[in-house]
């Protein structure tokens, strides 16, 4: 073949979740077997300064939060934001920008619609229109990139035409099912761990477990805790791989060492964070619906001692979760693996090759020549990768793992099967076979049981596992050192009556406190923060333990105590607000104790609002109500507004009760739960107690309206009843917060509190939803909603 001069094509992603990752790499793919010279990082590793004298870059982008740039983004888009760039700075750039999105969230796409917006108001011309994905279509993003793909090549190659002679390559079946370079390489360690942190690992380890010896029942506890401990390890360890494999290892010199190497410091500092996560004792698992609904809800506590978080109110607790041990045992079956055997993963020699050419690219070598790649390794045992690294039963792969298969498949017509499911033509077939029906990547392995893909490849295409994230449902002020989040167990059946599992509600909802404690008398201590080890003739005592650490949310209580707050929380979006409106009771009760023992008043500005209100929504008093002993309790100490601090929606209770009959059973709820409901959050399931009290209440609630069979009541009807007051409290400056599905409530809450604004505010349509939008410029009006 001719030697050509290729042109050169940058892509930058923004990724949080690795699915633009996946986007960038494929258009990376079909670059190269195009004959376009590909670069691809993540922005934030691009330096910016350079932008101006490229001349083509296709960007991709997915969305998070509420209409945030993914973490990888989020320098770039700031300094991409500054206001003294000169309006021509991008002048000499063509683009084109593809976005991942969610259409059931209000901000679809906007991360994509603000960067395609923003690079053409620098001057940057678009190569076409924006591509957006969405995973609301049954064949998910792929759905819009495959035809986007295809004009970008069309108008590309028109304006990059190769030269006489040269033919242009085409991107049939078989060229587009060759596999690149391998990014991992695996090697194994026949003489165990070499790294000194795994060595001391292994040393503690075996320590503990021969304190336990003489109890098998704790011995249990501790492997299964060690287990954990060694796969969150593999896990963070493998991250830090995949992100100088993907070029996240240049970043700190891109863009400054000084502020670099501080982040640097600041996190080797941190004991636990982030992917360094505090193995916390569990304290509470309880249920919090009735024992015959169909959701099991659970409220769940942990111990947060000697961790050093310090989170606030909004903020976000991450759980990383277990994979069954017979998944993880089938798995090793499956791949001819030996799981106690020690294994080395790094970025492969190619890829770190493809890394020193784009920082030379890019000018962000140093000046002797070298690179700021760490040289980022994994050492770990088979087991702990399989199952710390590779999501094994919960998501479903993506396109690329047929492909990737195909490759290794030796069976003639599974190979075919794997080869027209990773392409375009197949796509709504792999729709059917894999999105729809939740297939996760062991079902996968054993339907095309002739593919026996090496590790390496298995890591650059299989589904990786990640922390959930939940809200945190406690507060530091009221609930010190402990940690609670209100988990809704998943579980459904897949069209075909396939019954699935959410991996980490279904293993968090299995495990027992209680049983950890009753598994020995007392005896030996085992800490597994610091590996301290004291010991006694009559037993060993192991907490059960869970890897978390916490992370920033998208919520935050304004900065003043006496603004009041407007919270719609359905469901278990009530997590966070029980979190807020705990920590103001907290905040009061202090202010009165100072009050009492200094003589001295609180600043005006700085007493707790006493008008604040919650919108909440459930089925039933009886069986979804959560943490109903607490209201009550609150609205006593003006955490809430005592008459009508909280309204409740009973979507499917026919008679609905009103405000006064709500109260009575709210105060009977507290009669029969005495004591500090904040000590005993989690009391309120299905007793006995709880059940006489919604009985008494239901059969006080004749005089009510009925409503028609079928109708349901939401918390936006109730938005709407309770129009007078919702409108006083924004006239008031409250703050309104909105948190729960993302399918259709944030934007029914909208159109509610639009509809209160005509109707009490006595303003048009149009200015009812500018005054809406307005709240949320100003920083008034938040959502978090997942979908």
Not at 68 to 82: A, E, G, S, T
Request: glycine share 8%; net charge neutral.
């Amino acid at each position: 073949m001719q030697e050509v001069d290729k042109t050169r094509l940058l892509i930058l992603y923004g990724s949080q979740t690795g699915n633009a990752q996946d986007v960038a790499e494929r258009v990376a793919r079909e670059a190269r077997l195009l004959l376009f010279a590909p670069s691809i990082m993540p922005m934030d590793a691009y330096p910016l300064q350079h932008l101006p004298d490229e001349k083509l870059v296709a960007l991709v982008t997915a969305t998070t939060g509420q209409g945030d740039p993914p973490d990888n983004m989020r320098k770039f888009w700031r300094m991409l934001l500054r206001k003294n760039l000169p309006g021509d700075l991008l002048a000499g750039l063509q683009y084109a920008v593809f976005g991942l999105g969610d259409s059931g969230y209000v901000k679809f796409n906007v991360a994509a619609k603000k960067l395609d917006r923003r690079l053409a108001a620098l001057g940057a011309e678009p190569l076409l229109e924006r591509g957006l994905g969405d995973d609301q279509h049954p064949s998910g993003y792929e759905a819009s990139l495959d035809p986007w793909l295809q004009q970008l090549w069309a108008v590309l190659r028109q304006r990059c035409p190769l030269p006489p002679g040269v033919q242009q390559p085409v991107l049939d079946e078989a060229a587009l099912l060759q596999l690149g370079p391998p990014k991992y390489k695996v090697t194994q360690l026949p003489g165990g761990p070499q790294q000194p942190a795994n060595i001391a690992r292994q040393q503690q380890q075996q320590q503990q477990l021969q304190a336990a010896a003489g109890n098998p029942a704790a011995a249990k506890q501790l492997r299964e805790q060690h287990l954990i401990e060694q796969a969150v390890a593999a896990a963070a360890a493998f991250r830090a791989v995949a992100a100088e494999a993907a070029g996240m290892a240049t970043a700190a010199a891109a863009n400054g060492t000084a502020q670099g190497q501080q982040q640097q410091q600041q996190q080797q500092q941190q004991q636990y964070g982030p992917w360094q996560p505090f193995m916390a004792p569990l304290l509470i698992n309880q249920r919090v619906t009735a024992a015959d609904h169909f959701q099991d809800t659970r409220h769940i506590e942990f111990d947060l001692q000697g961790s050093g978080f310090d989170y606030q109110p909004g903020d976000l607790l991450a759980v990383f979760p277990r994979t069954p041990a017979a998944d993880v045992e089938a798995a090793l079956l499956r791949l001819g693996l030996d799981g106690d055997a020690w294994l080395r993963v790094e970025p492969a020699e190619q890829q770190q090759q493809q890394q020193q050419q784009q920082q030379q690219d890019n000018g962000t070598q140093h000046a002797n020549g070298s690179s700021s790649a760490a040289g980022a390794v994994c050492e770990a045992t088979a087991r702990a990768i399989v199952q710390g690294v590779l999501d094994l039963s919960n998501c479903s792969p993506r396109r690329y793992l047929f492909q990737v298969l195909s490759h290794f498949a030796s069976n003639a017509m599974q190979q075919e099967r794997l080869q027209y499911f990773a392409t375009a033509e197949g796509r709504d077939d792999l729709y059917r076979y894999n999105q729809r029906e939740r297939r996760s990547l062991l079902e996968v392995l054993q339907d095309f049981s002739s593919a026996a893909p090496p590790l390496e490849r298995l890591l650059e295409a299989a589904p990786l596992l990640s922390p959930r994230q939940f809200s945190l449902t406690s507060s530091p002020a009221a609930h010190p050192g402990r940690a609670a989040i209100l988990v809704a167990v998943v579980a459904w059946a897949t069209p075909t009556k396939r019954l699935r599992k959410g991996l980490l509600t279904s293993w968090l909802a299995g495990l027992a406190p209680a049983a950890a404690a009753a598994a020995a008398d007392g005896g030996v201590s085992i800490s597994s923060q610091n590996g301290t080890i004291s010991s006694s003739s009559s037993g060993v005592s192991v907490p059960i333990r869970v890897p978390v650490w916490v992370e920033r949310g998208a919520l935050r209580l304004p900065p003043s105590h006496s603004t009041p707050l407007l919270l719609v929380g359905p469901g278990t979006g009530v997590a966070p607000f029980r979190s807020f409106i705990w920590h103001r009771a907290a905040i009061k009760q202090h202010q009165q104790q100072q009050q009492q023992q200094l003589g001295s008043e609180v600043v005006p500005q700085q007493q707790v609002a006493d008008s604040s209100c919650l919108f909440f929504g459930c089925r039933s008093p009886s069986a979804d109500f959560y943490y109903r002993q607490e209201w009550g309790q609150l609205m006593q100490q003006q955490a809430l507004q005592q008459q009508h601090g909280l309204i409740v929606a009973f979507s499917r209770h026919s008679p609905q009760l009103d405000q006064q009959q709500l109260l009575d059973m709210l105060q009977q709820q507290q009669q029969q739960q005495p004591g500090n409901a904040a000590a005993s959050s989690a009391a309120d399931g299905a007793g006995a107690a709880t059940e006489q009290a919604a009985a008494a209440a239901a059969a006080a609630v004749a005089a009510a309206e009925v409503r028609p069979p079928g109708s349901r009541v939401y918390v936006t009807h109730k938005l709407r009843e309770q129009g007078a007051m919702v409108w006083q409290l924004l006239q008031q400056g409250a703050w309104v917060y909105v948190s729960g599905s993302a399918e259709k409530m944030p934007a029914a809450v909208v159109s509610a509190l639009e509809d209160v604004a005509q109707q009490h505010g006595g303003l048009t349509r149009e200015a009812a939803a500018k005054y809406i939008r307005q709240l949320e410029l100003s920083g008034r009006y938040h959502v978090e909603a997942w979908s």
